[in-house]
């Protein structure tokens, strides 16, 4: 099975704070309580204060994680949204997700890309051709590369009428703000089908 790209870099701040903010916070309520707790046996009150400071970052970090969505949670929502568009056949919502600049490759990001009709007609022929009974996203994770993209990484099992049995796939979206403020799918990337790897004989 051809290995998927290797996903950019994402800041620790964004990665432990916004996007999983739970981690850090447990460690440092945790702190915070073994402080206060140390203060109390030794009967050192300013020390018990001390351990208001971890206690009050915990805070912080669980409210940024919460108030704040980065690029990389948006390109995860949207890209939930697109499959669920796709399996209940729904061709106009899968493509008011699509930037009017979307491209389609297959095999590799690389790969010579494909337009927005093109895509377009591939969904109607999806549709037409299959009848998808079921599907799994078995993997997504988003990558904001800055606050205005992100990359996601997806990974479905889909089970089609008359199909032997469930087959996956893997896939790579670029997402990108549009100047409406609206996020949507630049393009797409078919990395594989079932154990092998995409290539143009499926969009055939």
């Known amino acids: 099975m051809p290995p998927m790209p290797d996903p950019p870099h994402v800041g620790l701040f964004t990665k432990y704070v916004l996007e999983n903010p739970y981690p850090p916070a447990a460690l440092l309520a945790a702190l915070a309580v073994v402080m206060a707790w140390a203060a ?46 796709v399996v209940a056949e729904d061709v106009v919502a899968a493509s008011d997700m699509l930037s009017d600049n979307a491209t389609l490759a297959v095999g590799a990001p690389t790969n010579p890309s494909f337009n927005l009709e093109y895509i377009q007609e591939q969904l109607d022929d999806l549709i037409d051709r299959y009848e998808i009974t079921s599907n799994r996203i078995t993997s997504l994770r988003g990558y904001g590369t800055s606050s205005q993209r992100a990359e996601v990484h997806l990974a ?35 990395i594989s089908i079932g154990s092998r790897g995409a290539n143009m004989q499926w969009l055939r």
């Open 40 to 85: 109390l046996r030794d009967g050192r009150l300013g020390r018990l204060k001390a351990a208001g400071i971890p206690a009050l970052i915990a805070v912080a970090a669980l409210a940024a994680g919460i108030l704040v969505t980065t690029a990389g949670e948006r390109g995860e929502m949207l890209a939930r949204q697109f499959v669920d568009a």
């Open 156 to 190: 479905c099992r889909t089970e089609v009428a008359d199909g032997w049995s469930p087959t996956p796939s893997r896939w790579v979206l670029e997402v990108e703000r549009q100047e409406d403020g609206s996020w949507k799918i630049a393009r797409i990337t078919w």
